[in-house]
């Protein structure tokens, strides 16, 4: 993605060969690469016999990076990576240099997909990195770490200067790997989380009842259902709760 779009380019190649040692690169390993740019880790992974497919909504930097790596081992994709069906790539796993205004829909996606990948790795601001890793009480916690918990691993692998980009980010980053532990949770399960985060500061209960249209006694209710007190907030349930709960709304008839 070019800098209109958003997108910090690494300049240290010490980096982006990091970033590839937590990939774990197999010869002739398929990896989804999100937002190439100029192709700085892109080269990196080719180095080390990936088989590379860039997704790059910048028409532009998608041509140069065909003219310029294009062969075997690389096939350019010219289109916005929240548009595509990660499942048409097969079995892959994933990586970029995130655009950091879309990092939060671009995690969304990955999690939520039924696609065959196992690892993702990638870089991220890292106020976004922590609400991967935090887990409940944490002030960080937040509904995108209860969708990450549902269906993989997040570990903060090493932090990055801004220094390391250009243009540089106003905030600091970091690099995330996320290891697939099971299948996505159903649309429901998530409509459920994102109406518990709804209002953070609010009691769980409330958040809810606002989000559904719902009277606060039902939702008291459902929360009982589940073994959810209806006086704490959403950053103290963990993801089994949320579980629970999402079974009682389906029972419920409300999802």
């Given amino acids: 993605m070019s800098r209109r779009l958003g997108q910090h380019f690494l300049t240290n190649p010490l980096i982006a060969e990091k970033i590839a040692d937590v990939l774990d690169i197999r010869a002739g390993e398929k990896i989804i690469e999100i937002g190439p740019g100029k192709g700085f880790l892109t080269s990196v992974l080719l180095d080390r016999k990936?088989?590379?497919?860039?997704?790059?909504?910048?028409?532009?930097?998608?041509?140069?990076?065909?003219?310029?790596?294009?062969?075997?081992?690389?096939?350019?994709?010219?289109?916005?990576?929240?548009d595509v069906d990660i499942s048409d790539y097969g079995a892959a796993k994933i990586c970029g240099n995130i655009p950091y205004q879309l990092a939060g829909k671009i995690i969304e996606k990955i999690v939520k997909s039924g696609a065959d990948w196992k690892t993702a790795v990638l870089m991220l601001p890292l106020a976004v990195a922590r609400r991967l890793v935090s887990v409940p009480g944490d002030s960080e916690y937040s509904a995108v770490s209860v969708m990450c918990s549902a269906a993989c691993l997040a570990t903060i692998e090493f932090t990055v200067s801004r220094d390391e980009f250009d243009p540089p980010p106003k905030i600091e980053s970091a690099v995330v790997r996320m290891a697939r532990t099971g299948p996505p949770m159903s649309g429901q399960f998530y409509e459920v989380v994102k109406g518990a985060f709804s209002m953070r500061r609010k009691k769980i209960k409330?958040?809810?009842?606002?989000?559904?249209?719902?009277?606060?006694?039902?939702?008291?209710?459902?929360?009982?259902?589940?073994?959810?007190?209806?006086?704490?907030?959403?950053?103290?349930v963990p993801f089994s709760e949320f579980k629970k709960l999402t079974d009682e709304f389906v029972k419920d008839g409300i999802l």
Avoid: C, H, W
């Fill in 206 to 236: 409330n958040s809810l009842s606002r989000y559904f249209s719902m009277p606060a006694g039902r939702i008291e209710a459902l929360l009982e259902a589940a073994g959810i007190s209806s006086s704490v907030r959403a950053q103290e």
């Fill in 50 to 82: 990936a088989a590379v497919t860039g997704i790059e909504i910048d028409e532009g930097l998608a041509l140069y990076l065909e003219k310029k790596m294009g062969g075997a081992d690389l096939v350019m994709v010219n289109r916005d990576f929240l």
